[in-house]
């Protein structure tokens, strides 16, 4: 049963372009988070959330800044598109806590040309 | 920060015997420890977690063990079947509020008959 929404699912752009994702959830959780997964299936934690504050920003590029209009929600805008941004992004959420589960959204796949 | 190593990045298994995936992390203060399971071009589906407080957990086919001394925990499939064969992911969180999970790069399972 899918609760954590992402759209789009596929996302083919220029080097330069501006994007933006978005995330739902409805698991009435207080927390969000971004992750990166690279062709190697590598997986790194961007961005957290809890109730529209930043809590993790790990060290990725200025060009990409998170937004949250609620805690439901928390889309990813990417200003201006590099070849190395093209991976898959990966959505979750959680209750508050550290050891809570985190469950994952289907992903958007986003290419550069 | 924290590091997760997943020691097998394939493993082949005869249906109805067990798999083994082994990892090992750096940060003592890491506290909770979930499994990934992800088949081909779909997201991260949670499959089972271990807490800090216990060395051992099962749910049905899956068994988990945590080494806190050695900082290292394992899966067990037992009794695989064809189903079963994906990329297993292992992940660590410190018990800091809102941190995002440090992944290993993931294992290969496959399944035969």
């Known amino acids: 049963e899918t609760a954590v929404f992402q759209t789009p699912n596929y996302h083919v752009t220029q080097v330069g372009n501006e994007v933006s994702f978005n995330c739902k959830q409805t698991l009435g959780h207080d927390t969000m988070y971004w992750y990166k997964q690279d062709s190697k299936k590598l997986l790194k934690i961007m961005f957290s959330?809890?109730?529209?504050?930043?809590?993790v920003n790990e060290t990725v590029p200025r060009r990409f800044s998170p937004q949250s209009s609620d805690k439901a929600h928390l889309n990813l805008r990417i200003k201006s598109v590099e070849p190395e941004d093209s991976a898959v992004y990966l959505c979750a959420s959680s209750t508050l806590g550290a050891q809570d589960t985190q469950y994952f959204g289907p992903g958007t796949r986003l290419l550069v040309l | 920060g924290e590091k997760v190593e997943q020691h097998e990045s394939t493993l082949s298994v005869r249906e109805g015997d067990s798999a083994v995936i082994n990892c090992t992390y750096t940060?003592?203060?890491?506290?909770?420890f979930p499994w990934y399971k992800q088949e081909a071009g779909k997201s991260l589906h949670f499959v089972i977690d271990i807490r800090s407080n216990v060395d051992r957990k099962q749910s049905q086919r899956l068994i988990v063990l945590l080494d806190k001394k050695a900082k290292r925990f394992s899966l067990h499939i037992t009794a695989t079947q064809p189903e079963d064969s994906a990329i297993y992911f292992c992940?660590?969180?410190?018990?800091?509020?809102?941190?995002?999970?440090?992944f290993g790069l993931g294992t290969r399972v496959s399944v035969f008959p």
């Open positions: 959330y809890n109730n529209k504050q930043l809590i």
């Open positions: 992940a660590a969180s410190p018990n800091n509020y809102a941190q995002g999970l440090t």
């Open positions: 940060d003592t203060a890491s506290s909770y």
